[in-house]
């Protein structure tokens, strides 16, 4: 599944990203709930719902991070060089080669 991810052009930066603003997004969820429906249980279980996204978001990233740099040792070139190079394959026609 992390391989996918790698390959769909997802980078671990995304990921910790996402779990930063799901933290945040928690906060303001919390907030709202308990400002709009008076709810102070309410308001927890949905901060609570919603901060529990960012472990995973993190866990992900860790995992992509490690992918990323599994590729860099085994190719010597970084993803963002790997993405370069496909990106000119494709607009050559597919003429150059995936290794060079």
């Known amino acids: 599944m992390i391989r996918a991810l790698n390959r769909m052009g997802i980078r671990s930066g995304m990921m910790y990203t996402a779990g930063i603003l799901s933290v945040g997004a928690s906060f303001v969820s919390w907030v709202l709930s ?3 429906e008076g709810d102070l249980a309410r ?3 949905w901060g609570l719902f919603v901060g529990e996204w960012a472990p995973t978001f993190f866990a992900i990233g860790v995992a992509l991070r490690i992918e990323e740099t599994r590729e860099e040792i085994l ?3 970084t993803s963002e060089e790997r993405r370069q190079q496909d990106r000119m394959g494709r607009r050559m026609g597919g003429r150059m080669t995936a290794g060079v």
């Open 75 to 77: 190719t010597g070139r």
């Open 34 to 36: 308990k400002e709009y």
């Open 43 to 45: 308001a927890d279980r």
